[in-house]
């Protein structure tokens, strides 16, 4: 005979359910309309869970696209400790592998998606605005163990200072990414990581020793 399942497990399913149903049609909508467009109404409409459920679970639509990003911020963490931990020889390659590790997953190149790490977006919504602050702690800290590694192996110049050095390499990346965002499709991704990819060599010359 199969164990009756308690009622609090019962209840924890249909909640996750009802989760990964808004997450999905907001995904949907997200990418058809844009996540400016894309109203939280539509995302109770199209995943047929009430309004006041999905501000219980969520608070707001930035809060949905935190829990969407969620697991693309830890694949980023996961590639760029990897690299980390056995970096190239070359820091402007290391720095480079870096960024690489950094960008979107292909699937998150979408411009209707990406409209929600827009800067206003940030300030009307705590949700995205903590998602930027996340990114920065977390890829600022990168870059800073990077630059630590190569200077504890005598590779950097001693007079650099690694936080200003980190620091600079976030913005960099940073100016890029909203270039990129807020070209509304006149740049292509790839053409906007090239670009990145030249100007963050020109900026780390020279800090080797």
Do not use: C
Not at 18 to 32: C, G, I, K, P, T
Not at 56 to 62: I, L, T, V
Not at 77 to 83: E, F, K, M, S, T
Not at 97 to 118: T, V
């Amino acid at each position: 005979m199969s164990e009756v399942e308690a009622p609090g497990g019962r209840k924890a399913k249909s909640q996750q359910k009802r989760r990964e149903a808004v997450l999905a049609a907001a995904d949907r909508l997200f990418r058809s309309v844009g996540y400016d467009a894309a109203r939280i109404e539509d995302i109770a409409e199209h995943s047929e869970v009430s309004l006041g459920t999905i501000y219980n679970y969520f608070g707001s639509k930035g809060g949905i696209m935190e829990a969407l990003i969620a697991p693309m911020t830890r694949r980023m963490q996961a590639r760029g400790d990897a690299i980390i931990a056995n970096p190239p020889a070359r820091l402007a390659d290391a720095v480079s592998a870096l960024f690489e590790a950094f960008r979107f997953d292909d699937d998150w190149k979408s411009l209707q998606m990406l409209q929600a790490f827009d800067t206003g977006n940030s300030v009307r919504d705590a949700h995205v605005a903590r998602v930027h602050e996340e990114y920065e702690h977390f890829i600022t800290d990168a870059f800073r163990r990077l630059l630590a590694d190569f200077a504890a192996r005598g590779k950097l110049r001693r007079e650099l200072d690694i936080d200003d050095a980190a620091f600079i390499l976030y913005r960099v990346m940073l100016m890029h990414f909203f270039g990129y965002v807020q070209a509304k499709g006149a740049l292509s991704y790839e053409a906007m990581m090239v670009d990145m990819q030249r100007r963050l060599r020109a900026v780390v010359v020279g800090w080797e020793t």
